[in-house]
């Protein structure tokens, strides 16, 4: 029954790595896992692999990219080690400042707690990653350190 309760939050979480509100934009990763649901999504993983640079919405495996031609996604190789596992690719965000811009959307329960790996691709500047409800509404700030590291959210609201 709570599946029927569930729709997509719009930009919502799925803001989440993406956007951008990336002041600077995020390098490894990020990897998203709902650990309530063991969803995780990896971009080393052979679903993504190959999508090269993405210029429109694609779904894989529940999770919707959101590109265009103004703001594109692509998936580079990037080797990054964070809690003893090892990421060979990242989701590359290239845009900035907006949500409307390269971001991702995936549905949530009513409390999950959300995992990213990120990075900033400066070498020397923290990036930031919004995550966002389906209102557009900033649920929190994450900071994409020069190491790749996991950085968690607990979500607490309507399941979506």
Same mark, same amino acid.
């Given at each position: ?25 995020? !390098?490894? !990763?990020?990897?998203?896992? /709902? ?19 993405? /210029? ?19 998936? /580079? ?21 907006? /949500? ?56 607490? !609201?309507?399941?979506?």
């Amino acid at each position: 029954m709570r599946n029927f309760k569930q729709h997509f939050l719009s930009l919502g979480f799925g803001l989440l790595i993406a956007l951008a509100t990336l002041l600077s934009h995020l !390098g490894p !990763g990020p990897v998203i896992v /709902k650990a309530d649901s063991s969803v995780a999504w990896n971009f080393s993983d052979s679903s993504f692999k190959d999508l090269g640079q993405l /210029k429109s919405e694609k779904k894989i495996d529940g999770l919707t990219l959101l590109a265009n031609e103004e703001s594109s996604l692509s998936i /580079k190789a990037e080797e990054a080690n964070v809690s003893e596992s090892n990421y060979t690719s990242a989701l590359q965000l290239n845009a900035t400042g907006s /949500k409307d811009k390269a971001s991702l959307k995936f549905s949530v329960s009513d409390n999950d707690v959300i995992k990213v790996v990120l990075k900033s691709t400066s070498q020397t500047n923290e990036g930031h990653l919004v995550l966002a409800d389906s209102q557009g509404q900033d649920l929190t700030n994450l900071t994409a350190g020069v190491q790749a590291s996991e950085v968690t959210y607990t979500y607490s !609201g309507e399941a979506g």
